[in-house]
């Protein structure tokens, strides 16, 4: 492997070297979860001493490109790019609120998702959802914490939609899923049921209007909710 230098005024060399590491691997040169070369191997590849190397890896870290695992090494990320706080919304005293504005925005996009989902979705994939809303309801039954299973009822219905940018908005529909089951209290289990089933069927019709309107119904039980218990506090 070998490395060219970019010249570029405006970047320090540390940064240069990390672009060039990080347009490698998304050229599929490092693929995920592999182990990059040995700080001394990528200096000598890059001709540049090892404390560059060292400020470049760290500038990968930032961005979760790249983790490193203590005695181990630098490994490409297994979701390279995506944090579980892309927004910190962690830092984010109301949670009430909170919960009700992520809604909001989950509102906006999840509904369209489910339409695509409907018609892009494989039937393998159709299987999958109705899995995933099954381990939701055995969870609800069992009166068990169920937001696992609902984070991956949502995520396989993303990954259903066949949109490469979907995938990227994950981390936050997670951060409101979990907000939102805080915020309700897990109240609306009869709800999640009854939605999560519709989205389900009209996937698995392949009606994206169905679709889209089950997915729209689920989010505005939630909004509903999370609204009434902050006007009761």
């Given at each position: 492997m070998r490395l060219e230098t970019m010249q570029d005024s405006g970047k320090s060399l540390a940064e240069r070297v990390a672009d060039q590491l990080a347009g490698l691997i998304a050229e599929n040169k490092f693929k995920k979860g592999e182990r990059l070369p040995s700080e001394f191997q990528l200096?000598?590849?890059v001709n540049v001493g090892r404390g560059t190397i060292r400020e470049a890896v760290k500038i990968l870290v930032s961005r979760n490109i790249v983790e490193i695992r203590r005695g181990?090494?630098?490994?490409v990320s297994e979701k390279t790019g995506l944090t579980e706080d892309p927004l910190g919304l962690n830092f984010v005293e109301d949670k009430s609120?909170?919960?009700?504005?992520?809604?909001?925005?989950r509102a906006m996009i999840e509904p369209d998702i489910a339409a695509l989902a409907a018609e892009r979705a494989t039937e393998e994939e159709i299987e999958a959802i109705c899995l995933a809303c099954h381990a939701v309801e055995e969870k609800i039954c069992r009166k068990k914490p169920f937001v696992a299973e609902d984070i991956a009822f949502h995520e396989m219905i993303a990954k259903s939609s066949r949109n490469q940018v979907v995938p990227k908005v994950i981390p936050v529909i997670h951060s409101a899923i979990r907000e939102q089951i805080k915020a309700t209290n897990a109240n609306l289990t009869e709800q999640t049921i009854t939605t999560?089933?519709?989205?389900?069927k009209a996937i698995g019709r392949r009606e994206p209007e169905g679709a889209r309107e089950a997915m729209l119904r689920h989010m505005q039980y939630n909004m509903e909710h999370i609204a009434g218990m902050m006007k009761k506090n």
């Open positions: 200096a000598e590849a181990l090494g630098t490994f609120r909170l919960a009700l504005d992520l809604m909001e925005v999560h089933r519709a989205i389900v």
